[in-house]
């Protein structure tokens, strides 16, 4: 496969990627400049991993002057945590996390009837009262508008009401590079510096910068069973139904979320530059693949966003 | 491989969404899953062809309602180039999403059904167009082939269009005849159309110059914050980070910042890739300088050759975007110029631009939604400025609402790029 993509794709000349780097710094500076108290979101993922390393870059060589907040759905690739955790002591970087588990155990929300559910919707509630705890007025996320066409829409400062809703009908004009960072008292404006970034401009940036990835995200050995057309993990929290059978493949995961609606994809991939390889060369879009989520309704996204879904 | 931002607009009856359709799919930016989405959806729709409306439209009330209400951005790339492609309604009520997606734009994608020529929508895609300073239009002719690809409608509509372009002040506009629906001149050549000897669409947007005469423009750049680590290995360290908008920076040039006066020497700079000896816009950096002087965020750092103007009275092309009130006289609003914040008094409306008669009404008492005029604001503290026809960044801001926090206006200061009488 890697043999047949033309080769000066891969060596990149990387003029755009430097465009949209600084275009983030720019965005992340906004934001320290005029907000009191931000955060970012960080669920260890490729996307949070590269806007970590943006916001270090952008105001390097002082120490990052705001927490990372992780929200723990209890359904996470061990793999993803362990990055989670050396990620954190490798950089000193403050670390709050929002769990979903402990939010169901204290009755804050009620857990699906099946622990096979997905904790997507879940996160919501724990996302904003982790928020609301920590007093945030900026809350940063890794969001791109090519994942989903909801997110096509969204503003790079998105503001948030009370009750965290977003309200697509009524968002504010986003003219040049002026950001209006003004809110009301209860209100927080999530930001998205890496919004006109591309899976493959994510990966091209993980290549030249080196950035350090959960395994993952790489060709890897592992027990799966197909469902739906999918390839999903055998996991603690995911198991075969009667019928579907365990094979072990050599896969690889786009994104890693809830590992109940997280599929992952048949790859000899090893190295960013071989994903690189591998994504110039697929048909499949990165939700289309692997998130479950996104395939139950036409408005899937909208309507997790619309009540303050990441 | 460099990054170009391009707008477009107009409503799913002119052709907008096919032609967006035909780019993202022609240049197989299109993946399998998100074609077979929309084709499930043409047919739950019961539509005859593959709606691809569907696919660029992403709000639920978008769809059902069939119109494009707000901006998208989307995205392809060939092997030479990146694009960011806002994708704006055409409608009059949603004038304000036209100006926000080609406040950012290099080129301007305006589109004209052959069938009906130059109409209201493509006019005022136009005059948005130029008046936010875009420097390349390319005008789609579309759907030729329902006008059998008749060389003589489209120089009709070439003709007439050049007109109005040389009343807005456009120069060197494209004029490219296509049917986004069959494929004519947008990613491949038509062969319908051996008359026609210029390159289809695709071949324009790969070869139009990015960031074209920015570097040439004096040295701008916003101070966003300075950068003090309060850390022991990094004692006496103060560096100002902003992005450059325009002009080059090079170490060891003398740089004056405004509206303070102060100067200084750069006498060293930091790009997101290490430290340079030069660098342009849109780089984002930090800036060490030789002094030590008190300045921070809202300065302008400049080159000592040519100076923005400072001013505490500024007049603007003002468009006016909120739709819970009006601009009046006496009126006060907070204003962001670049890295700069104040308050602004509308001090006179003198001009009320009608978009449709390019006319100028002098004496109107207000500016409501969509609407755009030349306004004077006297201003709580003093901005270092250029004209927005000069430098798209230092010449922009925008109006907040005190009451409501929303972003009322965008603001370009100095005259239109063309004249309204």
Not at chain 1, 142 to 166: N, V
Request: hydrophobic share 40%; with cysteine; net charge negative.
């Amino acid at each position: 496969m890697t043999n047949q993509v033309n080769s000066t794709l891969l060596v990149s000349e990387s003029k755009h990627l430097r465009d949209l780097e600084s275009e983030s710094l720019h965005i992340i500076r906004e934001v320290i400049a005029e907000f009191d108290r931000p955060a970012l979101l960080f669920s260890g993922g490729k996307d949070s991993a590269v806007l970590l390393h943006l916001a270090l870059k952008a105001i390097r060589p002082a120490p990052l002057p705001f927490p990372v907040v992780h929200i723990d759905t209890g359904h996470n690739f061990p793999e993803v945590i362990a990055f989670r955790n050396r990620v954190v002591d490798k950089l000193g970087v403050e670390l709050v996390v929002g769990s979903v588990d402990e939010a169901i155990g204290t009755g804050f929300i009620r857990g699906p009837a099946t622990e096979n559910g997905s904790r997507n919707r879940l996160q919501t509630p724990v996302l904003l009262e982790t928020i609301r705890r920590g007093r945030y007025t900026a809350v940063f996320g890794g969001a791109r508008r090519d994942e989903e066409r909801a997110r096509a829409k969204e503003r790079i400062y998105s503001l948030r009401d009370e009750f965290g809703q977003w309200d697509p009908r009524n968002q504010r004009p986003e003219l040049w590079n002026l950001y209006n960072g003004s809110i009301d008292p209860g209100q927080h404006m999530r930001v998205f510096p890496i919004s006109n970034w591309t899976e493959l401009d994510i990966w091209r940036y993980i290549a030249e910068e080196e950035i350090d990835l959960p395994e993952v995200y790489y060709a890897h050995d592992r027990a799966v069973f197909e469902r739906d057309g999918m390839l999903m993990a055998v996991s603690n929290v995911m198991q075969p139904a009667p019928g579907e059978e365990i094979v072990h493949r050599n896969v690889r995961f786009r994104t890693v979320g809830d590992m109940t609606s997280t599929a992952a994809v048949a790859s000899e991939a090893r190295t960013p530059e071989a994903v690189i390889a591998e994504t110039l060369t697929t048909r499949i879009s990165e939700r289309g693949a692997t998130r479950a989520d996104d395939r139950t309704a036409d408005a899937a996204m909208e309507d997790r966003k619309r009540e303050g879904y990441f | 491989m460099d990054l170009l931002r391009v707008a477009t607009a107009g409503s799913v009856d002119d052709g907008k969404s096919t032609l967006i359709g035909r780019l993202l799919y022609d240049s197989k930016s299109l993946s399998d899953d998100v074609i077979a989405a929309v084709e499930d959806a043409s047919r739950r729709q019961q539509s005859d062809y593959l709606n691809l409306a569907l696919l660029t439209d992403g709000l639920r009330a978008e769809r059902e309602q069939g119109i494009t209400i707000d901006v998208a951005y989307r995205y392809f790339s060939t092997p030479v180039r990146k694009f960011i492609l806002a994708d704006t309604p055409g409608h009059i009520q949603y004038t304000r999403n036209m100006v926000t997606g080609a406040s950012t734009a290099e080129v301007a994608l305006i589109i004209v059904d052959a069938r009906n020529g130059v109409v209201e929508q493509s006019r005022r895609h136009a005059v948005i167009a130029s008046l936010l300073g875009i420097n390349h239009a390319i005008i789609c002719i579309n759907k030729m082939d329902l006008v059998g690809y008749d060389r003589n409608v489209f120089e009709a509509i070439r003709d007439e269009f050049t007109q109005l372009m040389i009343k807005l002040n456009v120069q060197n506009p494209i004029y490219i005849p296509m049917s986004a629906l069959h494929g004519d001149n947008v990613v491949e050549p038509s062969t319908n159309m051996p008359w026609y000897d210029g390159e289809p669409l695709l071949r324009h947007l790969e070869t139009v110059p990015v960031h074209e005469g920015v570097n040439a423009l004096p040295l701008r750049m916003p101070v966003q914050y300075v950068i003090r680590p309060h850390l022991k290995e990094h004692h006496d360290y103060r560096g100002y980070a902003g992005s450059i908008v325009s002009g080059v920076l090079r170490k060891g040039s003398r740089i004056r910042f405004m509206p303070s006066g102060q100067e200084s020497v750069a006498s060293g700079i930091d790009a997101p890739w290490g430290p340079v000896e030069e660098a342009m816009a849109p780089d984002a950096v930090t800036v060490h300088i030789k002094d030590d002087l008190d300045v921070g965020r809202g300065e302008l750092l400049c080159s000592i050759d040519d100076l923005p103007r400072t001013v505490q009275t500024v007049s603007a092309v003002v468009c006016w975007m909120d739709d819970r009130s009006v601009l009046r006289e006496g009126d006060v609003y907070r204003i962001k110029h670049a890295t700069r914040t104040g308050k602004s008094k509308v001090t006179g409306i003198d001009t009320r631009f009608s978009i449709e008669s390019l006319k100028g009404e002098i004496g109107a008492d207000s500016l409501g939604l969509n609407e755009i005029g030349q306004v004077t604001l006297k201003l709580s503290t003093s901005l270092a400025i250029d004209d927005y026809t000069l430098n798209r960044s230092t010449g922009s801001f925008i109006l907040v609402s005190e009451a409501t926090n929303a972003t009322v206006a965008a603001g370009m200061i100095g005259p239109p790029r063309f004249s309204f009488q």
